[in-house]
């Protein structure tokens, strides 16, 4: 069974930080292009940060950049989100996906999705 696994999120006070984790297990993802997206309340899901599968390429929505950085290790399987700096509007559930993308980081439809993660920033 493929897995996507997220992890680290909670309740954080603006300004403050948090690292996500997500983990993939029931095959490797080493070679897959990665993003993490978000949904807040009332809202669509959004791509937050995408990186391809060697993690030399990277994007991010305008929002974050600068505050967001998306990384990955393919020895562990696993992606992560730092996010400093984080203000009330980053409250979301966020998501990590993974698509079978070799080129460069992805903006189509993932395949790949996890079961999401709580961030909430308070004022």
């Known amino acids: 069974q493929v897995q996507l696994v997220e992890s680290g999120g909670g309740l954080v006070q603006a300004g403050g930080s948090l690292r996500l984790s997500c983990a993939a297990s029931g095959r490797t993802f080493s070679s897959y292009a990665k993003a993490w997206f978000r949904q807040a309340p009332g809202k669509e899901r959004e791509l937050v940060a995408a990186?391809?599968?060697?993690?030399?390429?990277?994007t991010y929505t305008d929002s974050v950049r600068g505050r967001f950085t998306i990384s990955r290790d393919n020895a562990k399987n696993t992606v992560y989100l730092q996010m400093n700096s984080l203000k009330p509007e980053d409250t979301a559930v966020y998501y990590c996906a993974a698509h079978d993308y070799s080129a460069s980081y992805y903006l189509g439809k993932y395949d790949y999705w996890g079961q999401g993660t709580q961030v909430t920033v308070s004022s």
């Open positions: 990186i391809s599968w060697t993690g030399g390429s990277t």
